[in-house]
């Protein structure tokens, strides 16, 4: 399965927590701007982009805030409602065409007692993305809008795919600030 050959460049778990695992998982193609979880519901689900591209967002005062994107192999998962079971004010629409594979994660959550591999990877895979919302906060307080934009443009086949108005509001910048970031830039 090319899930475990991704997987396995993380943490190699045992054929026999592959075999345990492979039920759980389910391949879901979704069409641009479609909603894969809608704001004010629960997190019961952890997806991994196969291809295409997602955010996960938010409202404020009115204002589409885009707070993460996820590409090809990344992880997308509203983390403060799947480990609460709370309902979250954010929400993950896909940008474009994109197939996810999606585990139901308190299938997973009870793969974790009888394969502690699998507990291995996962809790390696959220950390790896806990980390990654620190540096997004850390880069917030501390890089200029400029300096967001080149580390997010460093992949210019990605950063073309989203429109400028997610871009934006990911940068906690306008779009006029936006235009002239780029073309100081270009």
Do not use: W
């Not at 954010?90 to 974790?112: C, D, H, P, R």
């Not at 699998?118 to 400029?146: D, G, H, P, T």
Request: proline share 2%; with cysteine.
């Amino acid at each position: 399965m090319e899930l475990f050959k991704h997987l396995d460049k993380t943490y190699k778990i045992s054929s026999e927590a592959k075999k345990a695992l492979e039920p759980l998982i389910g391949h879901i193609q979704y069409h641009k701007n479609n909603m894969v979880q809608e704001i004010g519901s629960r997190c019961k689900t952890i997806y991994i982009v196969k291809n295409g591209c997602a955010r996960i967002f938010y409202y404020k005062e009115g204002n589409d805030i885009t707070e993460h994107f996820a590409f090809e192999n990344d992880m997308i998962v509203r983390a403060e409602s799947l480990f609460t079971g709370q309902p979250t004010s954010k929400g993950i629409q896909t940008l474009e065409e994109t197939e996810m594979i999606a585990i139901n994660s308190s299938k997973l959550f009870k793969l974790y007692d009888e394969y502690h591999d699998i507990e291995r990877l996962f809790r390696i895979l959220f950390e790896r993305e806990y980390v990654n919302s620190i540096k997004r906060l850390e880069s917030l307080q501390f890089n200029s809008a400029k300096e967001r934009y080149l580390e997010l443009s460093k992949n210019k086949n990605l950063v073309q795919k989203i429109p400028l108005k997610h871009i934006a509001s990911y940068l906690g910048i306008t779009q006029v600030s936006l235009s002239r970031i780029r073309a100081e830039v270009q």
